[in-house]
């Protein structure tokens, strides 16, 4: 997996968009960027994923710049619950896919 | 959605005792699991890669010995943790891929070792 680099911590305000950003200015053709995020003292949750189009779910939304190099989760409208750590994994899936390297993430924390 | 159950979700052992930790699928078959380790305030390590009806494959420096792997079937892993120290309390935590190539994290184990 290319290593990715994010900011240690974040704060948002209830309701307002959390915006985290990713850098992965190594990642291979076929990599593809996974979010994840863990709540504490649980498994991680899959939250995202894409190769080169921005993607949106029901829970977020994923920029991934032209280049690749980087990406920016975006939690439209964050709640206390979305209180966790997040994490921006690069990764090739295919028969290899499950063998997350987790990095540090960001731990974002949304307030009141 | 699919489900991956981890059991137990805590468990507090003596030092030179052994510990399982089971994972399961439970609408799923899971041909692949995965096993991470996760000490307080750090990431998820990977420890190793469980295959069913097949020996497990271990992530550099972790001792296949002591972190015994069985997955017998398409639906349990179980990871054994044998002659436990106080340095093996961590967080465990279980990752399963279904046929679709999913993946589903179990909610993890919270092992200490007195």
Known sequence: ????????????????????????????????VYWYRQIHSQGPQYIIHGLKNN??????SLIITEDRKSSTLILPHATLRDTAVYYCI???GGTSYGKLTFGQGTILTVHP | GAVVSQHPSRVICKSGTSVKIECRSLDFQATTMFWYRQFPKQSLML??????????????GVEKDKFLINHASLTLSTLT????HPEDSSFYICSARDRNEKLF???G??????
Not at chain 1, 6 to 21: F, V
Not at chain 2, 47 to 60: F, H, I, L, R, V
Not at chain 2, 81 to 84: C, E, M, R
């Open chain 1, 55 to 60: 993607e949106t779910n029901e829970m977020a």
């Open chain 1, 90 to 92: 690069a990764h090739a």
């Open chain 1, 1 to 32: 997996d290319a290593k990715t680099t994010q900011p240690p911590s974040m704060d948002c305000a209830e309701g307002r968009a959390a915006n985290l950003p990713c850098n992965h200015s190594t990642i291979s053709g076929n990599e593809y």
């Open chain 2, 47 to 60: 420890m190793a890669t469980s295959n069913e009806g097949s020996k497990a494959t271990y992530e550099q």
């Open chain 2, 109 to 114: 184990t919270q092992l200490s070792v007195l």
């Open chain 2, 81 to 84: 943790v044998t002659s436990a």
């Open chain 2, 105 to 107: 994290f179990g909610s």
